[in-house]
């Protein structure tokens, strides 16, 4: 092995090491033809911009077990969790996440802003024209299918 090629491979190793994945859940919340958003608060990052609640999970927990937990601290809701019905990855650079969506349509109380700056019911139309994490954006085609099925 050449001291060039010796040199890339420690590189790669050392970029490894420090990349790693975060996985997070989100809720497709549906009402008729709407689905809920919520604005990102400041002091988070991707602030301003429009998400589907949800967030990280925690290593004890299973998926759905994570995003029933976010949704009761983000929203003040019960969700009943299905199975997931959307994969994505994104890449922060440094970190890269893995999307789990679920589609939500059943659920106990009425959603309040806990944690996000506003909520909305936006129509499932008029998705394209939110500001939107470029991890849901490049989504948004599988997205708009699902959430019309
Ligand atoms: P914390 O405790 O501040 O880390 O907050 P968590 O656990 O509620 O997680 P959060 O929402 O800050 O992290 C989710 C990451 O995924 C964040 O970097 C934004 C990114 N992301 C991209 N698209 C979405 C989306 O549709 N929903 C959510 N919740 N996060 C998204």
Redesign the pocket.
């Known amino acids: 092995m050449t001291l060039a090629e010796k040199s890339f491979i420690l590189k790669s190793m050392e970029k490894k090491r420090r990349q790693y994945w975060?996985p997070?859940?989100?809720g497709l919340i549906q009402r008729a033809d709407e689905v809920l958003l919520?604005l990102?608060p400041q002091g988070?990052?991707?602030a301003g911009?429009?998400?589907?609640?949800?967030?990280?999970?925690?290593p004890k927990e299973t998926p759905q077990e994570a995003l029933k937990r976010?949704l009761h601290?983000?929203l003040g809701i019960t969700a009943d969790i299905g199975p997931v019905c959307l994969t994505a990855t994104?890449d922060?650079g440094d970190?890269g996440?893995l999307?789990l969506?679920f589609k939500v349509s059943y659920w106990q109380g009425e959603p309040k802003t806990v944690?996000h700056t506003e909520l909305k019911w936006t129509r499932v139309d008029d998705l394209h024209k939110e500001t939107?994490?470029?991890?849901?954006k490049k989504s948004l085609p599988q997205l708009l299918k699902i959430l019309k099925s």
Do not use: D
Request: zero cysteines.
């Open positions: 975060i997070v859940v989100t919520g990102r988070h990052n991707l911009f429009w998400e589907f609640p949800g967030g990280k999970m925690e976010e601290e983000e994104h922060y970190t996440i999307l969506f944690h939107l994490p470029e991890a849901n």
